[in-house]
């Protein structure tokens, strides 16, 4: 759930508050949602939200019911919040968005260079033996 909050933005691009989503999810569902609650299921103290709670969530944040429970489905909706919050990263829109006109050659090109630099950062980041 935290990763839907990092990453799933107000359209001010500010993180979504406690109250806001339990708000919502009052209004979805007509049921009670307390902001307690919600703190509680995002840090681990509450971990067995109802059905009507969590499809309050999966509306909410536009994902389906399934990310919080089919972890295959769930992985892969976070590799795409991943992207989701990695486009809203200035720079990497500008590298995405100077790359639209490139051919199929050069775009493979480019995947090849951010590999090799990826590779060469996370070798910077390993502590020395």
């Not at 708000?23 to 569902?29: G, K, W």
């Not at 307390?34 to 509450?46: A, D, E, I, V």
């Not at 590999?115 to 910077?124: E, G, L, N, P, S």
Request: hydrophobic share 40%; proline share 5%; net charge neutral.
């Amino acid at each position: 759930m935290e990763a839907l909050f990092h990453t799933v933005r107000r359209p001010d691009r500010e993180q979504y508050t406690n109250e806001e989503v339990a708000r919502a999810c009052r209004e979805a569902t007509g049921e009670s949602f307390s902001t307690t609650y919600l703190w509680q299921l995002r840090t681990g103290r509450r971990d067995n939200p109802t059905k009507r709670h969590l499809e309050a969530l999966a509306h909410f944040f536009q994902v389906p019911p399934a990310y919080f429970f089919d972890e295959r489905q769930g992985a892969e909706i976070a590799k795409e919040l991943a992207l989701l919050g990695a486009l809203r990263d200035a720079g990497v829109r500008s590298l995405a968005l100077r790359a639209v006109g490139l051919s199929p050659e050069g775009l493979d090109t480019v995947s090849e260079l951010v590999d090799v630099i990826a590779r060469r950062d996370a070798a910077r980041k390993r502590p020395s033996s």
